[in-house]
């Protein structure tokens, strides 16, 4: 069951396994969320653009349009948790993933209890402003926590919802470095478990997006922290 703390998540599963889909689907009616399932990308889409998810597994290898260009459509219109299932050896789909909004990886065949995982750590995640707290300013870049939202001066920055709650991390603690795995349990909660190089890619999204590498520091052998630009 669902803990009690927790609203039930509408789920979005793009698989055309219908086997794999239909074996999702049951695992996640059990936990008794709210779920959907589309065969395509484009129908994918479509679905998503009607229900408004808050959490779509997107496989990989769709036919029409696969999950990597589904997940970039996505992100024109949808806020929601995106967890891209990939083939088990193929890293360079999985920074593609990552790289075009995906915010979590699950390497196929997949285990229910490592699917769950992921999915409780992005169910605990905040959806809404979080409360009332100053905004945070490095420089030219100014985050603003309550509304989430972050200029770069002046300039408005969209992000993603991970790469957000990363900065923030990052912001709520200046001049402290932070390690792959803090930044994971900060992020995706102490439970999470997987490849923490995931941070890596969704960092490199962020200075992307800033503009300046120099807002969000490398420390060699450890992790990062958040500067001035």
């Not at 478990?193 to 420390?219: E, M, Q």
């Amino acid at each position: 069951m669902s803990p009690t703390n927790l609203k039930p998540l509408r789920v979005l599963i793009v698989e055309d396994d219908a086997q794999q889909a239909a074996a999702t689907q049951r695992l996640l009616e059990k936990e008794s969320f709210e779920v959907a399932v589309a065969r395509d990308g484009e129908s994918g889409l479509d679905k998503a653009r009607a229900l408004d998810p808050d959490l779509v597994v997107l496989d990989l290898n769709l036919p029409g349009i696969d999950g990597i260009e589904a997940c970039r459509r996505l992100r024109t219109f949808s806020d929601a948790y995106v967890v891209m299932l990939t083939g088990l050896d193929n890293e360079t789909d999985r920074v593609v993933g990552l790289s075009v909004g995906a915010d979590d990886y699950v390497a196929k065949p997949y285990s229910a209890r490592e699917l769950l995982a992921r999915i409780r750590a992005m169910q605990r995640r905040p959806r809404a402003a979080g409360e009332a707290v100053p905004p945070r300013e490095f420089g030219a870049l100014r985050i603003d926590p309550g509304a989430r939202e972050v200029t770069v001066a002046g300039q408005p920055v969209e992000l993603s919802r991970t790469e957000f709650d990363l900065l923030d991390a990052l912001a709520a603690q200046p001049r402290v470095t932070l390690s792959r795995r803090q930044l994971l349990e900060a992020v995706w909660g102490a439970d999470w478990f997987g490849d923490d190089h995931v941070i890596d890619v969704h960092l490199s999204n962020l200075r992307r997006k800033l503009g300046d590498a120099a807002y969000v520091k490398t420390v060699r052998g450890f992790g990062y922290r958040i500067g001035a630009g």
